[in-house]
T-cell receptor, first 115, second 115 residues
Framework: AQKITQTQPGMFVQEKEAVTLDCTYDTSDQSYGLFWYKQPSSGEMIFLIYQGSYDEQNATEGRYSLNFQKARKSANLVISASQLGDSAMYFC????????????FGQGTELSVKP | ETGVTQTPRHLVMGMTNKKSLKCEQHLGHNAMYWYKQSAKKPLELMFVYNFKEQTENNSVPSRFSPECPNSSHLFLHLHTLQPEDSALYLC??????????????FGEGSRLTVL
């Protein structure tokens, strides 16, 4: 069974608008962490934001926020005020803390920001 | 230099060649990883090393042979590869201090083409 699911292969957003990228996950562990990464065309994976399973507040980092709904097992990424430089692949990932440090990634969403 | 550095960035090899990918991290991390990223697929975890010891081999074919001489260096030795092994190979490192989320820091990847 797939542990991380990103159902949007591609998304378009107008510059300066907000966009939500979906991510659902599957785990029976109580302790886990959720991550979002950005991958520009250069290939490097850039860490954006982290949410721990016990964190009560949604994580925020600048224009990025994570809409964490634990009961629904979803961890959607919200990018506010989109910029042309936000065009990239975005990956959701999970680490189950009893599985060591490895991250399991979703299929990714390709975001294109239109001027 | 800082961060995670991968060399070479691009590699083209025949099926009978032997080559190696190199990864070096300057972050003082104790865990290192190899991931494979094929087109239209999620990142696939290949190997995990903690304190130079291999802790995970995700059913990777023996034509891929990892080596971790110390906590800062990780190699992936390649021999008799197949065309379907063509992909972007990403190296990552992380620390496990318990207090931080333990996000993975990635290199820019080595793009491998097998002819």
């Amino acid at each position: 069974a797939q542990k991380i699911t990103q159902t949007q292969p591609g998304m378009f957003v107008q510059e300066k608008e907000a966009v939500t990228l979906d991510c659902t996950y599957d785990t029976s562990d109580q302790s886990y962490g959720l991550f979002w990464y950005k991958q520009p065309s250069s290939g490097e994976m850039i860490f954006l934001i982290y949410q721990g399973s016990y964190d009560e507040q949604n994580a925020t980092e600048g224009r990025y926020s994570l809409n964490f709904q634990k009961a629904r097992k979803s961890a959607n990424l919200v990018i506010s005020a989109s910029q042309l430089g936000d065009s990239a692949m975005y990956f959701c990932a999970m680490r189950e803390l009893n599985q060591g440090g490895k991250l399991i990634f979703g299929q990714g969403t390709e975001l294109s920001v239109k001027p | 230099e800082t961060g995670v550095t991968q060399t070479p960035r691009h590699l083209v090899m025949g099926m009978t060649n032997k080559k190696s990918l190199k990864c070096e991290q300057h972050l003082g991390h104790n865990a290192m990883y190899w991931y494979k990223q094929s087109a239209k697929k999620p990142l696939e975890l290949m190997f995990v090393y903690n304190f130079k010891e291999q802790t995970e081999n995700n059913s990777v074919p023996s034509r891929f042979s990892p080596e971790c001489p110390n906590s800062s260096h990780l190699f992936l030795h390649l021999h008799t590869l197949q065309p379907e092994d063509s992909a972007l190979y990403l190296c990552a490192s992380s620390s496990h201090n318990g207090g931080d989320p333990g996000e993975l820091f990635f290199g820019e990847g080595s793009r491998l083409t097998v002819l």
